[in-house]
């Protein structure tokens, strides 16, 4: 793993026999490039475990050498797919993670100064707008803060 951060390859093409595990579990360390994984055999718990270490396509058997080119576009297709799957699935997260702590701060509101639910959310964002902040930063502001002053 050292060796491939020092070397910094776009790509990595690995051709073994049959791919033991450790091979797997390194791979999955070096998931920031596609990787080709070529093998004379591997079993479907093999497939699947080298898909879930990153590997971005697999050629079992013998590779002619014709094929290489497209592979290796294939496996840089696939990386590029997967890294943008990898993206939204992180936005989708924090954006949930947001909407929840809105939500939280809103109740707050509602709670403590006896707002319905739009005019709590209409107070959210000015103060928002008023601090220069995020929605998501005032909200944690004021659940800490209720946290905080609120009896246990």
Known sequence: PAALERLAPELLLVDCNQPPPALLAQLAVAQRRPVLLVAEQMAPEQMRA?????????????????????????????????????????????????RKLVERARGILM????????????????????????????????????????PR
């Open 111 to 150: 709670r403590e100064q006896g707002l319905d639910e739009e005019t709590a959310f209409q107070r959210l964002r000015q103060l928002a707008m008023d601090g220069g902040q995020t929605l998501a930063t005032v909200a944690t502001r004021l659940i800490d803060a209720d946290h905080l002053l609120r």
């Open 50 to 98: 080298a898909l879930q270490a990153g590997v971005s396509s697999m050629q079992l058997a013998g590779l002619p050498p014709q094929r290489l080119g497209a592979l290796l576009q294939l496996a840089l297709v696939r990386f590029e797919h997967d890294q943008n799957l990898q993206r939204d699935l992180r936005q989708t997260q924090t954006q949930l993670a947001e």
